[in-house]
């Protein structure tokens, strides 16, 4: 990227421009130095200090180096190597603490029509934390900002959102986090858990009856639809749903309308749909074991909720959001920090729910106020116990590879979870480990 001088704002419009906006918002120089910015902007992110003049950087990272020193997108060189507008969610620094954030990078051109400036408006999310928090998303790795940029995006909108991940993730607090930032915020957010649901049950659950409708119809019901109508449907696990019952919701999207049981004269309900699954619906769709034309409705815009494992930097933060949602403790425990190195060694395969479970026990085991390791399951242990292997050789020194094979061989029998959590844990690739586990136990076996 060709770093040139800073242009001034043309005759004032850019100062004009920049306090228009409802968001805060920079004017960047092509060299990244802040040429003008607008009290929005000011307000939240500023210092204290002036930031005219000073790298967007510094103002907005207080780091030395631009973003992709650190392996983040920097939107103003996407910005000027493509020119056309960038898009990306960072953590900033405000004076009340770290912040995600949301950039759309603008380029713009000079009389000439040469590019010489670049617009950044920022937008912080209210619906996620990059510190501990009891009622919102936290997180802050790279793969949870990934997941808050697609909520950003599609969040606004009335279309379809598609959540999927593994199964304690915690989809519908994502799914809920969709609907608070969308137009129909004040109106019901309605889930419905269709594995729950026996096929004889879900027309009646979902849309309702009328008085007298079967045996034991006292009293007419509205149905979730009904429920949902002005507001957000959210389906969980759509993926149980019976043949049978794919068909009545596939009518239901396709016209709007639907009957309750019992009932002559069709009712419609407007709602947004948001759905969740564990299992690919492209995959099962492919086995003939879910519509395609019923996919096709509800895939619209796919979310990807990523695993614990896959965001193990985050775990610390967790582990103090959800002790400080245990109000039934006071005080709160702390965490010894070799507990903590256990817990994050761990590769947690049911996820957010089961390290909620960890610490619920933890706190139970405690004599004290501090969780140490000896108070966490011994799955959790072994798992995060790598430490000190107790190797013994006999006779001569013996070559490197033998004692590298001796403990990989150690580390995974000692390791409980998948073979991606324990190659992060060594270092190396989950291609070179099953390499070399299949070398290890080739040999074994002759």
Known sequence: MKEQGTHPPRNG?????????????????RDR?????????????????????RSCFEVSHCRDAPCESRSELCPLKRCFETGEP???????????????????????VDEAGELDNFLEVLKPLKIASAAASRDQLVG???????????????????????????????????????????????????????????????????????????????????????AADGGTLFLKEVESLSSAAQVKLLRLLETGFYIPEGATQPQRSEFRLICSSTRS??????????????RHQIGGFPIAVP???????????????????????????????????????????????????????????????????????????????????????????VPLGEVEALYIDWAAKRTVGSQRALARRLGISERTLYRKLRKVRTAAAE
Request: hydrophobic share 40%; glycine share 8%.
């Open 13 to 29: 419009r850019f100062a004009a421009l920049l306090e228009a906006l409802p968001d805060a918002a920079m004017l960047l120089g």
């Open 33 to 53: 130095v802040i040429v003008a910015t607008n009290e929005q902007f000011r307000s939240i992110f500023s210092d204290g200090h002036e930031v005219k003049g």
């Open 86 to 108: 960038a898009r990306t969610l960072h953590v900033h620094r405000t004076s009340e603490g770290d912040v995600h954030t949301a950039i759309l990078m603008r380029p713009l």
């Open 140 to 226: 802050r790795s790279p793969m949870f900002n990934r997941m808050l940029q697609d909520l950003e995006i599609v969040g606004p909108t009335e279309k379809a959102v598609s959540i999927f991940g593994e199964a304690g993730t915690g989809k519908e607090l994502v799914a809920r986090a969709v609907h608070e930032i969308s137009p129909r915020a004040h109106r019901a957010f309605v889930p419905v858990d269709c594995a729950a649901l026996h096929e004889w049950q879900f027309e009646r659950e979902l849309f309702g009856h009328t008085k007298g409708a079967f045996p034991g119809a006292a009293e007419a019901r509205t149905g979730f639809i009904g």
């Open 281 to 294: 619906l492209d995959d099962l769709a492919a086995a003939g074991r879910f519509r395609d034309d019923l």
């Open 307 to 397: 695993s614990l494992r896959d965001r193990a930097t985050d775990i610390p933060i967790l582990v103090e959001s959800l002790l400080s949602r245990l109000e039934r403790l006071q005080p709160r425990p702390e965490v010894d920090p070799s507990t903590m190195e256990v817990i994050q060694a761990y590769s947690f395969p049911g996820n957010v729910r089961e390290l909620i479970h960890i610490l619920e026990r933890a706190c139970l085991m405690a004599d004290g106020n501090t969780i140490l390791p000896e108070h966490l399951p011994p799955d959790c242990r072994a798992s995060g116990d790598l430490s000190s292997p107790k190797l013994e050789f006999e006779g001569d020194v």
